[in-house]
Structure formats: C-alpha cells, structure tokens
C-alpha cells in the first residue's frame, strides 16, 4: 500500500531560525515528490516537484532534498518568516496507470516572533 | 497569477440533500480532480477527469458522487444524497495538458468548499 509518513507532526519556531520536515514513503514504482504549504482554510500550494534523478530543489527560502534510495525527503525552511505559519504537506506520485497522489497528513509549523 | 476558483465556500445541507460544488479550472488545463479533507485528516484523492471522462476515481467515489463538465468552464461535484460522513473540505484541482505522472506538472488547487451536513 502506498504511503507518506511525515514528521514531526508539529513543531514551532522563532522567526529568523532555520528548521527540516521530513517526509519518508512507501510509494512504488515511484514518478515524482511534491511538497506543497497549505495555509488554514485554503487549498495547497505547489512549492517543489522532484524527480527520482533530482536531488535538491530550492524555491526561495524552501529547500528539498530527495534520496530515492531510501525513500526520504526533507523540506528545509531558512530565515523563518511569521508567513511561513502553515501545514507543509509531503506528495507523491506513482508511476503507474493511477492519477491519484498518496498525501502526508502534514507538518504543522507555527512561527512566533 | 491564474488561480482555480471554487463556489460556494461554505454548504451547510441536511442530510439526504443533494448537494452539487462547483469549480472553474485554469483556462487552458485540460486534467481536472476533486479531493477532499476531512478535519484533521490526510486530503483523499476523489476523481480525476480529462477529455470528458472519469480517468480515475478512488473507493470513497462511490455512485453518490458524479462530476461533470456541463460547459468550457465549469467543472461539477455532485452528492445525490448526503451522508453525515460527507462532511468536509472539498478540493477542486487541475492540471496543464499532461498527468501528474509526467515530471513537473504544477497541480494547481483551489480554495476548497467547506462542506457540513447535518
């Protein structure tokens, strides 16, 4: 069965500091790995697509990385803003005849000041 | 920046209602999608819809639900009869020409439609 398993589940931060979500899956055979910020009522939003051959992808202060050996990606957010306040939701896309995407229930990053 | 739009935002039905959520897609995406995310759970992929057709659908699209493109712009959810378990945040998505099996293709969601049956 395929599966995303995120972590940690929650975790808060100082503006201006750093942090990593992780993102491990069980999706096979594996197409691409979207991470995407999904902001209290709204939909989500595209922050990086990866490929298995992709091993970093940066859009802004958001930084992913991909090991497709053992099935493992990070988000890394630098110089936290109040804005990055969000769910960061882990996605993966099998390369198969299916149109679905297996989702992460998410990291839930709160950034105070 | 293009955006998908969803109406109403909010839908409060009694159960056994049938509702219908409604959805414009980017303008020139041709692969359309219907999520859903019940309150502190992962989004659950519905259906999947491109050249007037369900592509995909998952187990929780069962024959309560139908989609439909009834125009160039509109893309439909319908819930013949409402369940309790129904509630939620639907998700209208969509997509450039390609699948997102394809590398890179951006799947672009919309607000969402909070749905609440009583």
């Known amino acids: 069965k395929n599966q995303v398993e995120q972590s940690p589940q929650s975790l808060i931060i100082l503006e201006g500091k750093n942090c990593t979500l992780q993102?491990?899956?069980?999706?096979?055979?594996?197409?691409?790995l979207r991470w995407y910020k999904q902001d209290t009522g709204r939909g989500p939003v595209s922050l990086t697509i990866m490929t298995f051959s992709e091993n970093t992808k940066s859009n802004g202060r958001y930084t992913a990385t991909l090991d497709a050996d053992t099935k493992q990606s990070s988000l890394h957010i630098t110089a936290s803003q109040l804005s990055d306040s969000a769910s960061y939701i882990c996605v993966v896309s099998a390369g198969t005849s299916d149109y679905k995407l297996s989702f992460g229930a998410g990291t839930t990053v709160t950034v105070r000041a | 920046e293009p955006e998908v739009t969803q109406t109403p935002s909010h839908q409060v039905t009694q159960m056994g209602q049938e509702v219908i959520l409604r959805c414009v897609p980017i303008s020139n995406h041709l692969y359309f999608y219907w999520y859903r995310q019940i309150l502190g759970q992962k989004v659950e992929f519905l259906v999947s819809?491109?050249?007037?057709?369900?592509?995909?659908k998952s187990e929780i699209f069962d024959d309560q639900f139908s989609v439909e493109r009834p125009d160039g712009s509109n893309f439909t959810l319908k819930i013949r009869s409402t369940k309790l378990e129904d509630s939620a945040m639907y998700f209208c998505?969509?997509?450039?020409?390609?699948?997102?099996?394809?590398?890179?293709?951006?799947?672009?969601f919309g607000s969402g439609t909070q749905l609440s049956v009583l």
């Open positions: 993102c491990n899956y069980t999706v096979s055979p594996f197409s691409n």
């Open positions: 819809f491109y050249n007037n057709e369900i592509s995909e």
């Open positions: 998505a969509s997509s450039e020409p390609g699948d997102l099996r394809v590398t890179n293709e951006k799947l672009f």
